[in-house]
């Protein structure tokens, strides 16, 4: 199957701070998508991004799918930014593979 | 009710218990799935039901048994489960076979085998 790796695995900020997470994957993928899960557990669904730049306020992702990579970038970082950002890509039966994560901490 | 919505959102439960957790999506989606998360751990898919079509992690252990009455109902039953289960148990839905497949996520079941 798909190998999806992100880095770094943890990431300690100080509120305002500007930071860039990695999703590596292995094979081609026609979907990827980006995850925010809070401390209560619920994921949230960021970007559907298999290609190309999206961007939602202070948040934006970019794929080049070509060299297999994504990044996800968090600008002026505010506190409620804390927890962990899956990457998860689709195979091409449609099935989805998620990434370790990126632990962020967020500190005032 | 939006979106997908499990219960119980906690459970406790000793080796020797039956119980179920249940998922329904108010979405219309086609395809729904049972995670597991376990500390420091991915996301671990278990199972999808895709356009009525069961595909299982071969790894899942059968103390853990899927059942999809209908595209927005999910339950997973569970029997003599083993204290390594405690985990939280996450429920998705999708629209398959569309330009844009979008994962939808519950907000978990935590789950504590004693």
């Known amino acids: 199957g798909i190998q999806v790796e992100q880095s770094p695995p943890d990431l300690i900020l100080q509120e305002g701070a500007n930071s860039t997470l990695r999703c590596n994957f292995s094979d081609s993928v026609n979907n990827l998508q980006w995850f925010h899960q809070n401390p209560w557990g619920q994921l949230i669904n960021l970007f559907y991004?298999?290609?190309g730049t999206k961007q939602n306020g202070r948040l934006s992702a970019t794929t080049v799918a070509t060299e297999r990579y994504s990044l996800l970038y968090i600008s002026s970082s505010q506190t409620t930014d804390s927890g962990v950002y899956f990457c998860?890509?689709?195979?091409?039966?449609?099935?989805?593979?998620f990434g370790a994560g990126t632990q962020v901490v967020v500190t005032p | 009710e939006t979106g997908v919505t499990q219960t119980p959102r906690h459970l406790v439960m000793g080796m020797t218990n039956k119980k179920s957790l249940k998922c329904e999506q108010h979405?219309?989606?086609?395809?729904m799935y049972w995670y597991k998360q376990s500390a420091k751990k991915p996301l671990e898919l278990m199972f999808v039901?895709?356009?009525?079509?069961?595909?299982e992690n071969n790894s899942v252990p059968s103390r853990f048994s899927p059942e999809c009455p209908n595209s927005s109902h999910l339950f997973l039953h569970l029997h003599t489960l083993q204290p390594e289960d405690s985990a939280l148990y996450l429920c998705?839905?999708?629209?398959?076979?569309?330009?844009?497949?979008?994962?939808?996520f519950g907000a978990g079941s935590r789950l504590t085998v004693l």
């Open positions: 039901y895709s356009l009525e079509e069961r595909v």
């Open positions: 998705a839905s999708s629209q398959e076979g569309t330009g844009a497949n979008v994962l939808t």
């Open positions: 979405l219309g989606h086609n395809a």
């Open positions: 998860a890509v689709a195979d091409s039966w449609g099935k989805f593979q």
């Open positions: 991004i298999p290609s």
